[in-house]
């Protein structure tokens, strides 16, 4: 079965400090055992050494002999030069042996607790005989498993000729037992450590972790605001003291501050788009409405008074002159709607000179009674461009100016590296329509508004200088108007 891991980032915290705080136990608990049990190792070898100083060779003790049930050296020369040895001045539990060259299997005993006090020696059997036999008579102490005795830590020491061996040995039991007992306090103290560093650590992690819940909680109300349509104001945010960006919650809240900030501002746009598009709407079905009106009249007089010719050619007249008016209306918005949706304009050289010369003879001819200025630098003034669109502009400003000012108004056209401008001294812009002059269907009031313009004449201008990466701007105040375009 496979453990999934916490989800939470509580939950991670929390195992990563406490599986920290269990290998920490574990590391020192395993290096404080281990120190301990060789220093209490160090202290039993030093105890068996010095107990191998009192093992000597002797005769007639009583620890070895018929009295304790060991079994008598052979005889050697007369009974009373029979080889003993002494293990007197050990403790419980010690093991002494000799072994003897010409004697087969050597002799020992073991120190055993005596039910009213003190010591009473024990013959080791054959096997454990055997072991110790086997121990290198090298004087260092070595770890054996005694046969019914358990493990001892023993050492070997000959006589120096080769004829005896001394092999005196401790029981590890107490080392053990000592390390065993240590092991388990150990292992007390390191469950209450991870106990107390899982509480702890819990406690911590969730207080400085509410920050993020914070900003999480002001991402829950953002996210439940309906922002499919209408105008949306999202006024939620990170609190100031969750922003700061020396922190890493900090950063997250400065972050998501950020982000609604960005939100809003794209909701805004696209609420204002909306509208536009709305109000757009509702004005291209009122411009088309006004001549498609006049049409059908034209057409049922027409209808109605078949027998009256001047009748009929009025209204053929009038319905040719609202359909031109709408076929212009229709072409200006496809227009708008090609640029608006990015498609590119022609790129080619155009000599901008030629192009105002040629547009204010124009306006000459058509508006006599305005004074038209052009200025124009010593050298041709040649941008990259779309010539047609270009000139469209240059048109559409100028019949601005033609239309929107008395006779007798000066217009000036000026020419210079990249880019021309267009300035009279008319009335100029309403101050309240000046916000709005390059927006679709912006017009003026009435009493200025009197060749029945539609209002997408600076629209138009504005659309076809950002499609080909310029600006144009607006400055108006009476007696002074300024159109500046900038290519």
Do not use: C
Request: glycine share 10%; aromatic share 4%; proline share 6%.
């Amino acid at each position: 079965m496979r453990i999934r891991p916490p989800r939470s980032l509580t939950s991670r915290l929390v195992v990563t400090a406490v599986l920290l705080v269990a290998m920490a136990a574990l590391l020192l608990g395993t290096a404080t055992t281990l120190a301990m049990r060789g220093y209490l190792v160090g202290q039993l070898d030093d105890e068996i050494q010095k107990s191998l100083g009192r093992a000597e060779f002797g005769r007639g003790d009583p620890f070895f002999g018929t009295e304790s049930g060991a079994p008598e050296p052979p005889p050697d020369g007369d009974g009373d030069d029979r080889p003993s040895g002494s293990a007197r001045g050990q403790r419980v539990g010690t093991i002494t042996a000799f072994f003897y060259a010409d004697y087969d299997g050597g002799t020992g005993v073991v120190l055993a607790d005596r039910a009213g006090g003190g010591a009473v020696p024990q013959p080791l059997t054959q096997k454990a005989l055997d072991v110790l036999d086997a121990v290198p008579d090298d004087g260092d102490v070595h770890a054996v498993e005694v046969p019914g005795l358990g493990d001892y830590r023993v050492v070997s020491q000959g006589d120096g000729d080769g004829g005896s061996a001394t092999v005196v040995g401790l029981p590890t039991e107490e080392v053990d037992e000592s390390v065993t007992s240590l092991v388990r306090l150990e292992l007390l103290l390191a469950l209450a450590a991870v106990l107390i560093a899982a509480l702890a650590a819990r406690t911590v992690v969730r207080r400085q972790l509410r920050p993020l819940r914070e900003v999480a909680e002001t991402a829950h109300t953002v996210a439940g605001l309906p922002l499919d349509s209408g105008e949306i104001g999202i006024t939620e945010r990170v609190p100031g003291h969750l922003t700061d960006e020396r922190t890493e919650v900090g950063q997250v809240g400065s972050a998501l501050n950020t982000l609604l900030a960005h939100v809003e501002t794209s909701l805004d746009a696209r609420h204002e788009s909306e509208q536009r598009v709305r109000q757009f709407v509702a004005d291209a079905s009122h411009e088309l409405r006004t001549p498609l009106t006049t049409i059908a009249g034209y057409t049922e007089l027409a209808r109605t008074r078949p027998d009256d010719a001047e009748a009929a050619a009025t209204a053929l007249a009038k319905v040719a002159d609202e359909s031109k008016r709408m076929t212009a209306l229709v072409e200006d918005l496809l227009l708008l709607a090609r640029l608006d949706s990015g498609r590119p304009l022609e790129r080619a050289p155009v000599d901008l000179t030629r192009l105002l010369l040629e547009a204010v003879s124009d306006a000459r001819v058509v508006a006599p009674d305005h004074r038209w200025r052009l200025e124009l630098p010593d050298e041709a003034v040649e941008v990259t461009g779309d010539e047609q669109r270009l000139h469209q502009v240059v048109t559409n400003l100028l019949t601005n100016a033609r239309k929107y000012t008395p006779a007798g108004t000066t217009v000036t056209v000026s020419a210079r590296p990249g880019g021309f401008g267009v300035h009279d001294d008319g009335p100029g812009f309403a101050p309240e329509l000046l916000p709005h002059a390059f927006e679709r269907f912006a017009r003026a009031d009435a009493a200025r508004h009197r060749e029945g313009g539609v209002g997408l004449g600076l629209a138009l201008v504005e659309a076809i200088v950002t499609a080909h990466g310029g600006t144009v701007t607006l400055s108006s105040v009476p007696g002074d108007t300024r159109v500046d375009v900038r290519l």
